[in-house]
């Protein structure tokens, strides 16, 4: 069997991001594969090592990628299909292509992350599998093969659901899948020598980014001193609480 | 340019991680992860306990801490210096007694059995060493003092038939009383230093843990005693004699020592940091006030230009053309930094780094060891005293 996992590379969490005329300036930003794409990687490589066959990273995105497809690897996915393209694509646009790259792979199974990092965006998995044509699982949580389908259980708005599906199929992850496993040092160097094979593309976003900005989140910074008058501290938080953030 | 740690990223004001290898920069993120996750959250209480967490050597071996620098064949994993010294770093940042731990396994006890052991040594030791199913000592300090350790080693390797019967103490051991091998470092009939893989269990060998340390308490210190210690002639390293072997091997560590005492640089200043740009005083952040802010930045100074030298030692080391006097300026520079950024990060913390709810205070207390031990920083000014004037202050 043939299990896929495709990843992005995105800005570390903790990252402080900066705006530099009007675009994103990811120069001092940490990129690290994308950790709902992770869950991802984990899955395909306990596949492969329960049912045998190979995993495969497929990733579009600028050259940069590469250090997330490199990580991927260290975790012990067998080799990488890398389409190349600098600049900005839409999730729609991007499924296409990596439609194309998956339909000659033929896997049996397709991962990625139930949401990207990035864009806060939840589309790339939904809209591959709708390329593709193939059924999709969204905010999986748990997948087992048997008979050339799969039973997966997911999440939904207000609780969750088993489900068979029919093989191939796309599946997005959802914290609580698997625990991902460390790159270690021994995996971070046999990964130095796997296969990544590069595609250059030139697909046409259907979207065009004009402006980014960061959205600002001050907070009032209130600070009630408890150490000399708790009792008049906490009628005062209490005060607060009900008159000005009218939550009690 | 990175004036702060955010996530898996180091303190690393020059970029100089733009000078690592994809694979080392690899390394770095993923060892930085994983301490995160299993040591840093827990490390106040196993300090406080006097506890090593013995339960994280298998992971170690796992994540491939042990002997990262020997090749595959024999189990390790083949990285270059410079990865071995971010795994230093990043180890140190939770905390010198974790990075210790992995210092002697891989340089004092992997390394001489790598470079002076037989074939049938190799084979034997490496791999479970590397796993961390066997756990190693060194034994070449002695209770008389560790500066001068040829004029201080009493302990003798008597030859008895075909083997030898060793004889003696040795003090201030790292990983005694986790060990099943010690590097003995014993003088023959003849007085020449030579070096014996001794099992824990031989009968004759004892190992004393050393209590009521105010340092390294997430270490286990020993003193090994042996008596009468009978080991075959297959016990003895065939590839090395005399003192130049133990110190090849303190090279190897003190290399790691100028990378891990950066770690534990970045661990004070972040924490000093942050805590000065949220702590108010006479209704500003301290962290606006000069005396502040000339601490922050020798700390931030002092990491920037030791993991210069750190690096630059990596790559004369992994060139072969590394001199030992060059390794003891990078440990006692930047170890010295270290202890010093520590000693003002607990003073930027005021009462409250007084305390194990903040790092500082078991960094600078762990840092007067690492100061001290793998030739003290007095030690080494002497080394490079000697190694600019020609002239011998160390008899």
Same mark, same amino acid.
């Given at each position: 069997?043939?299990?896929?996992?495709?990843?992005?590379?995105?800005?570390?969490?903790?990252?402080?991001?900066?705006?530099?005329?009007?675009?994103?300036?990811?120069?001092?930003?940490?990129?690290?594969?994308?950790?709902?794409?992770?869950?991802?990687?984990?899955?395909?490589?306990?596949? !492969?090592?329960?049912?045998?066959?190979?995993?495969?990273?497929?990733?579009?995105?600028?050259?940069?990628?590469?250090?997330?497809?490199?990580?991927?690897?260290?975790?012990?996915?067998?080799?990488?299909?890398?389409?190349?393209?600098?600049?900005?694509?839409?999730?729609?646009? !991007?499924?296409?292509?990596?439609?194309?790259?998956?339909?000659?792979?033929? #896997?049996?199974?397709?991962?990625?992350?139930?949401?990207?990092?990035?864009?806060?965006?939840?589309?790339?998995?939904?809209?591959?599998?709708?390329?593709?044509?193939?059924?999709?699982?969204?905010?999986?949580?748990?997948?087992?093969?048997?008979?050339?389908?799969?039973?997966?259980?997911?999440?939904?708005?207000?609780?969750?659901?088993?489900?068979?599906?029919?093989?191939?199929?796309?599946?997005?992850?959802?914290?609580?899948?698997?625990?991902?496993?460390? #790159?270690?040092? #021994?995996?971070?160097?046999?990964?130095?020598?796997?296969?990544?094979?590069?595609?250059?593309?030139?697909?046409?976003?259907?979207?065009?980014?004009?402006?980014?900005?960061?959205?600002?989140?001050?907070?009032?910074?209130?600070?009630?001193?408890?150490?000399?008058?708790?009792?008049?501290?906490?009628?005062?938080?209490?005060?607060?609480?009900?008159?000005?953030?009218?939550?009690? | 340019?990175?004036?702060?740690?955010?996530?898996?990223?180091?303190?690393?004001?020059?970029?100089?991680?733009?000078?690592?290898?994809?694979?080392? *920069?690899?390394?770095?993120?993923?060892? *930085?992860?994983?301490?995160?996750?299993?040591?840093?959250?827990?490390?106040? +209480?196993?300090w406080?306990e006097g506890s090593f967490?013995t339960?994280?050597i298998?992971?170690?071996? %796992?994540?491939?801490?042990?002997?990262?620098?020997?090749?595959?064949? /024999?189990?390790?994993?083949?990285?270059?210096?410079?990865?071995?010294?971010?795994?230093?770093?990043?180890?140190? *940042?939770?905390?010198s007694g974790?990075?210790s731990f992995?210092s002697v396994q891989?340089s004092l006890v992997?390394?001489p059995? /790598?470079?002076? @052991?037989?074939?049938?040594?190799?084979?034997?030791?490496?791999?479970?060493?590397?796993?961390?199913?066997l756990v190693g000592c060194f034994g070449l300090t002695e209770p008389d003092g560790g500066s001068d350790p040829d004029g201080n080693m009493k302990t003798r390797a008597r030859?008895?038939?075909?083997?030898y019967v060793l004889t003696g103490t040795k003090m201030w051991i790292t990983n005694g009383n986790l060990a099943h091998i010690a590097i003995v470092w014993a003088k023959?009939?003849?007085?020449?230093v030579r070096g014996f893989i001794v099992p824990t269990d031989t009968p004759g060998f004892k190992a004393n843990e050393v209590r009521h340390k105010a340092s390294l308490r997430a270490s286990v210190t020993s003193e090994l005693v042996l008596e009468d210690v009978r080991v075959?002639?297959?016990a003895?390293?065939?590839?090395?004699?005399?003192l130049?072997?133990p110190?090849?091997c303190l090279? +190897?560590a *003190?290399?790691?020592?100028?990378?891990?005492?950066?770690?534990?640089?970045?661990?004070? /200043?972040?924490?000093?940091?942050?805590?000065?740009?949220?702590?108010?005083?006479?209704?500003?952040? $301290?962290?606006?006030?000069?005396?502040? +802010?000339?601490?922050?930045?020798?700390?931030?100074?002092?990491?920037?230009? @030791?993991?210069?030298?750190?690096?630059?030692?990596? +790559?004369?080391?992994?060139?072969?053309?590394?001199?030992?006097?060059?390794?003891?300026?990078?440990?006692?520079?930047?170890?010295?930094?270290?202890?010093?950024?520590?000693?003002?990060?607990? %003073?930027?913390?005021?009462?409250?780094?007084?305390?194990? %709810? /903040?790092?500082?205070?078991?960094?600078?207390l762990n840092?007067e060891t690492v100061d001290t031990y793998e030739g003290t920083?007095?030690i080494?000014?002497? $080394?490079?005293?000697?190694? $600019?004037?020609?002239?011998?202050?160390?008899?």
């Amino acid at each position: 069997m043939k299990f896929v996992a495709v990843i992005r590379q995105v800005p570390d969490s903790e990252s402080r991001l900066k705006i530099d005329a009007g675009r994103v300036d990811l120069s001092s930003a940490t990129l690290i594969l994308d950790q709902m794409d992770e869950y991802a990687v984990e899955e395909v490589i306990r596949l !492969q090592e329960k049912h045998g066959g190979e995993s495969v990273i497929v990733a579009l995105g600028p050259e940069r990628f590469e250090e997330a497809v490199r990580t991927a690897l260290a975790m012990g996915a067998d080799r990488a299909i890398h389409l190349v393209q600098e600049g900005y694509l839409d999730p729609i646009t !991007q499924a296409e292509a990596l439609a194309e790259a998956l339909r000659a792979e033929a #896997p049996d199974v397709v991962l990625t992350g139930g949401q990207q990092a990035d864009w806060d965006s939840q589309a790339l998995g939904p809209a591959i599998a709708e390329a593709l044509g193939w059924p999709v699982v969204t905010w999986t949580t748990a997948l087992e093969l048997e008979d050339g389908q799969a039973r997966a259980k997911h999440d939904l708005d207000e609780g969750a659901e088993v489900v068979r599906v029919s093989l191939p199929a796309v599946f997005t992850t959802q914290q609580g899948l698997n625990e991902p496993r460390y #790159p270690t040092l #021994p995996g971070i160097m046999k990964a130095k020598k796997k296969e990544i094979r590069k595609i250059p593309i030139s697909a046409a976003s259907k979207v065009e980014v004009l402006e980014q900005s960061i959205q600002e989140r001050s907070r009032l910074g209130k600070v009630l001193d408890g150490t000399k008058d708790p009792h008049a501290a906490a009628s005062e938080l209490i005060r607060l609480l009900h008159e000005e953030a009218k939550v009690i | 340019m990175v004036t702060t740690s955010s996530g898996t990223q180091m303190l690393d004001y020059l970029g100089l991680s733009e000078l690592f290898t994809p694979e080392e *920069r690899e390394i770095q993120r993923s060892s *930085r992860r994983f301490l995160d996750d299993v040591a840093l959250p827990y490390i106040g +209480q196993w300090w406080e306990e006097g506890s090593f967490p013995t339960h994280l050597i298998r992971r170690f071996g %796992e994540m491939g801490f042990l002997g990262p620098t020997i090749p595959a064949e /024999y189990g390790g994993a083949g990285v270059s210096s410079a990865a071995y010294g971010l795994i230093a770093y990043e180890l140190e *940042r939770v905390d010198s007694g974790l990075r210790s731990f992995c210092s002697v396994q891989s340089s004092l006890v992997m390394y001489p059995i /790598y470079a002076f @052991g037989s074939e049938e040594q190799k084979r034997e030791y490496l791999p479970k060493l590397a796993t961390g199913e066997l756990v190693g000592c060194f034994g070449l300090t002695e209770p008389d003092g560790g500066s001068d350790p040829d004029g201080n080693m009493k302990t003798r390797a008597r030859k008895d038939g075909d083997g030898y019967v060793l004889t003696g103490t040795k003090m201030w051991i790292t990983n005694g009383n986790l060990a099943h091998i010690a590097i003995v470092w014993a003088k023959d009939d003849g007085g020449v230093v030579r070096g014996f893989i001794v099992p824990t269990d031989t009968p004759g060998f004892k190992a004393n843990e050393v209590r009521h340390k105010a340092s390294l308490r997430a270490s286990v210190t020993s003193e090994l005693v042996l008596e009468d210690v009978r080991v075959p002639a297959s016990a003895v390293l065939p590839g090395v004699k005399g003192l130049k072997g133990p110190l090849s091997c303190l090279t +190897q560590a *003190r290399f790691g020592i100028a990378w891990g005492a950066l770690g534990a640089l970045e661990a004070v /200043y972040t924490e000093a940091l942050a805590f000065s740009q949220t702590r108010t005083t006479f209704g500003k952040p $301290i962290g606006s006030r000069q005396l502040v +802010q000339e601490k922050l930045v020798r700390m931030l100074s002092d990491h920037t230009k @030791g993991l210069l030298v750190a690096w630059r030692l990596a +790559q004369l080391k992994d060139a072969g053309k590394l001199r030992p006097q060059q390794v003891s300026l990078g440990k006692r520079d930047n170890v010295r930094a270290a202890l010093n950024a520590a000693r003002s990060a607990r %003073e930027i913390l005021g009462g409250s780094g007084i305390t194990l %709810e /903040y790092h500082s205070i078991r960094h600078m207390l762990n840092l007067e060891t690492v100061d001290t031990y793998e030739g003290t920083h007095d030690i080494h000014t002497l $080394i490079l005293g000697r190694d $600019i004037t020609g002239l011998n202050a160390l008899e």
